[in-house]
DNA sequence: GATGAATGAGCTTTCATTCAT
DNA sequence: TATGAATGAAAGCTCATTCAT
């Protein structure tokens, strides 16, 4: 041991601090910051870092899991006010994951860095870590919005729920890297052939997702029709 | 005149072994090669890449818009086949559209890298050049779409085709990202708790995009029902 | 032979449009153009560029080689004009060499890259010539001017006049250098520590001849006093 | 800490050995080496050089320092043994000035290379440095010269001395530049139309700031007459 | 635990020059 | 004569990571 023992609420503090300091970084320029940089913000030394994480992608897969943390969070409440009628439902979930996405401003940056960049990079234990926070995280949800969803999942498919996050989370991700341009090359866009792709990707996720929650969940009523529909 | 004349047609072809080459390379390896490295693959030198490419990601983006273009070509032919009813026109465009990405192994890798990686180094005019081949792409396929199925174009949205097939082209780019495991880490995969993220996506692909375009149809078809719909 | 034979005075011809775009283009940007720019501003292709130089280097010697040129002419006809009395000789030759200097604002540019850049890869051939037209111009203006300036020349420096051009020339190109300033750095030169350095070249340099002269003219007509000088 | 304790003194002794390796190739070649050969030849890698300098021409500007701070010690030095009379004076400086500059052989190779290479690429702060240093030593000495030179400010040209200095400098350093040749062209000197250009800078300079120096404290002294002057 | 000096492979890019046509 | 495609050495610089202290 070294000068100090270092407790587990010690380490995790000072993990933090990097964190921290890694995410302001990254938030101000839109781009990875060095390990120097993050080191000099958090007001330590570059070596210092590498007692805390393996590498430097590590610091930004530790940032993305405190994003995926919150979303399933937020994720969980929304489904637990889901209403039952799939329309309202749609809508609804629709409305209330969007701003959880503009609530949480780092998520999608960081998310589209993860195939490409940050995973290139990543120990296998580190890689393992968030790969099993996104499956936990997809199985729990997708479990409790099967129940709350009569029908969703049925013989055939019985993940559908797991499976219509995964495709909610996909859409979001594809979205955003389909939709978001580089700074540098935002007075292109005006060009009359690129006003296709102007589209915000503010203005698109909503209708988006609420469109795909919909399509499912009708399905899921046909097949699970309510108690009293046969009444009428 | 140069050590051979160059015609347009023979500095295309010059352009195509640069290419070629890095084609070759990115697919073996899964990461971008150096630019000394697609020189020496090529049988060329180094400068004489940049007579052809003004950046390294320029040659990338490059195979990006062939691997688009075919993937245009492809929809196009795919969306004149399409059927009438809904259920069997997304289902047959769902395994088209899957077949055409199977048959096109480049494009999702290349693209996943558009937004982290090439798109930071590209010089405005081929940034223009690409983001237009799309805009283009989109438009065209979208209004022919739209043309195809009745009722799928409404007052309130009047480019539905062409936001369909973003929508499709995104969640494929956003599934195959969510999915898409670097290969040093397959081995994992197999650990229980990772298991519901051990899908594949060329198992999930077909489903999910004929479960989009499902959605869509039906709502389409609902709005502008058969002629001879109430006949029976 | 090739397709056209090239007269002495078509091949000067072509010679002199590089050496216009050459000239053109340095003036403009302050640095030496690359070879490639040279051959687009003449409107010929890069190869011939290497017809009529041997390196990159000869181009810009043959333009330093004009500039002499022009000066040892301007020079010559000061000389002529040369009053006999030493103060007005001096302040004369100063006003009028100085507007030559301003006449030919390639020059000092130009010779202050002879010695760190210009010679360092010029053939052997060019080389020659170069210093042989200095050689030259000097010896003849020298010889002329000891022959206006009575007892200029002495036994002990039989080369006076050429002696004194010779150091008028490497004031006038060391005060130059050591006044001018990066354009990018003007900015700086207003702090109060820098203010003496911020001397003018354009400013400087019409005292400082003056200065010179008038201390080897007066010498000179010390050692050759007037003739009516005892008279009085 | 890092590997060793670094304080100022080391960080200056590591400096001085990148320095020490730069100055050696310098001599050896008579030209810029490479950041790898400097760095080779200091037994220590590339990218340590840029933790000392930001760019290759910080090294070179910070060699130009060293010699000017030795050619300010030696200057202080030589002003304080001047002797009153204009004559002598002259004599002795330009002996104790050439003798200085031959004493530092590698201040002129690199003075001449300030203006057309090293200022090209030198980060701003570097620059104001370096011209810092200048402006303070010519005043600092100029400020000297005159109070030891009686006469020598007049209130027409109030900074004489600094004048006499900065002219002394560009004298040498147009000079140095005028006669200095390649190595490699030493060879053709001897033929006899270049005769009147082998004049060697080390047989010229002596002489040459003997007169201008001459010039200058004659007129200084006609303008404040020593006071037993008319009492012979 | 913390340091930060050192590493050095790695990168993209430039450009004077050549030479087959 | 003229071309311009091709060359390829050379360069400066960055930065994640290591490790002796």
């Given at each position: 041991m070294g000068r100090h023992v270092m407790t587990d609420a010690g380490r995790d503090l000072r993990r933090g601090e990097f964190l921290d300091a890694a995410r302001a970084l990254f938030r101000e320029r839109g781009e990875l910051p060095s390990v120097a940089e993050i080191a000099k913000a958090a007001g330590l030394a570059k070596g210092t870092v590498y007692l805390y994480f393996a590498t430097k992608e590590e610091i930004f897969v530790a940032l993305l899991e405190e994003e995926f943390e919150k979303l399933f969070?937020?994720?969980?409440?929304?489904?637990?006010?889901?209403?039952?009628?799939?329309?309202?439902?749609?809508?609804?979930?629709?409305?209330?994951?969007?701003?959880?996405?503009?609530?949480?401003?780092?998520?999608?940056?960081?998310?589209?860095?993860?195939?490409?960049?940050?995973?290139?990079n990543l120990p296998t234990e580190a890689m393992r870590r968030f790969k099993t926070q996104l499956a936990v995280g997809l199985v729990?949800?997708?479990?409790?919005?099967?129940?709350?969803?009569?029908?969703?999942?049925?013989?055939?498919?019985?993940?559908?729920?797991?499976?219509?996050?995964?495709?909610?989370?996909?859409?979001?991700?594809?979205?955003?890297?389909?939709?978001?341009?580089?700074?540098?090359?935002?007075?292109?866009?005006?060009?009359?052939?690129?006003?296709?792709?102007?589209?915000?990707?503010?203005?698109?996720?909503?209708?988006?997702?609420?469109?795909?929650w919909r399509g499912e969940l009708d399905r899921a009523r046909l097949q699970n029709p309510p108690e009293d529909a046969g009444k009428i």
């Open positions: 969070v937020a994720l969980s409440a929304a489904l637990e006010e889901l209403p039952e009628e799939p329309a309202l439902a749609s809508s609804q979930f629709a409305r209330s994951y969007t701003e959880t996405l503009f609530a949480q401003p780092d998520l999608l940056p960081l998310a589209a860095l993860a195939n490409a960049v940050l995973e290139q729990t949800a997708g479990k409790r919005l099967e129940s709350l969803v009569p029908g969703l999942a049925t013989e055939e498919s019985p993940q559908a729920g797991e499976t219509l996050l995964l495709r909610t989370y996909a859409m979001t991700l594809g979205l955003w890297q389909a939709l978001a341009y580089p700074k540098a090359l935002l007075p292109i866009l005006n060009e009359p052939t690129l006003l296709p792709l102007n589209r915000q990707f503010t203005s698109e996720i909503e209708g988006t997702i609420e469109s795909l």
